[in-house]
Every structure is written in structure tokens, then in C-alpha cells.
């Protein structure tokens, strides 16, 4: 299983990265995410608020195939390095400043980061690493803090 990855890829740059899975540190999460990327997504992707150089996408909800809140807590940080990719849950009415469910894959383009939110700090589950063309990659995120959301596509590497 450790052969198989994943790829982001900033759509209209036409500039992806290749993300190597922490099957060992991660298993479940690495296998959940895996199963609901057998369709690629795009998603109109931002920029994090709170925790710094961050990009948040979601997981649609035709590619929501399996149940969140029977994940493990697995490879757990705070502070995340360059090119790492998280996985976090946060169910409906969570937080009082926004009630809603998300299903989120964060990445971390750059050193500096952390998990940090309205109430504090939250350990999230890291499930791989961009290794190979995170500069590029990291340039494009940094483009969403002045232009804007972004597509990109997150799927397996054929």
C-alpha cells in the first residue's frame, strides 16, 4: 500500500504536487481518504484564517464514503511542517460561530504552521506530504491570499 499516492493540482496553473501517504503513522485515515478520492474532486479552495500558510479544501459530499467519527486519532500535531496534509472533522453545531459539518484536507505549504482555530488549538490527524513539486505548489497557494479561492483538483496518482 505505501506505493500508492496522491496529487493536488492547482487547475488553471496546471501546476501539481505529489503527496506520499503516512500509511504506517496513519493507516485508517490514509485508507478512508484513499476510498474517497476513487473519483477525483475539485474544490474551490482557500486560504486558512487562524493557522497560517494553510490551503483548506472539503471533501464533497458525493465522494463522503465513509464515517468520519469512527477514525482514530492517528498522527497527531499542532505544529506541522512544509507540505504536510491534515485531515480534520468538525460535526454540525460544533462551534457556535458556525454550525455547519465540514470534512476538510488542509495543506501546509510552508514553515510556520499551526492548528489553531476560533477556540483554540486543535490536533489534527497528518496523513501525507507533498514531495514532490511543493515550491510550485506553495506559490499557488500564496496567490489565494491576493487573488482569491482557487480550483484545484485532489485525487489518486494514476
Known sequence: MTD????????????????????DNAPETCKAIWGA????????TTHAIFSGPEIMMGIPEENRNF???KLPPENQTIIPEAGELLWYYQPKNFF????????EVGMFYAHGGRTFGPTGWIPCTYFGRMTEGLDAV??????????GAKIVEFGRLA
Open 67 to 69: 464515517d468520519p467519527t
Open 138 to 147: 506553495a506559490e499557488q497557494c500564496r496567490k489565494i491570499r491576493i487573488e
Open 37 to 44: 478520492l476513487e473519483r477525483p474532486i475539485r474544490w474551490q
Open 96 to 103: 457556535k460561530i458556525d454550525p455547519t459539518e465540514f470534512w
Open 4 to 23: 500508492k499516492k496522491l496529487y493536488l493540482k492547482f487547475v488553471d496553473a496546471n501546476v501539481q504536487g505529489i503527496i506520499s501517504l503516512y500509511w
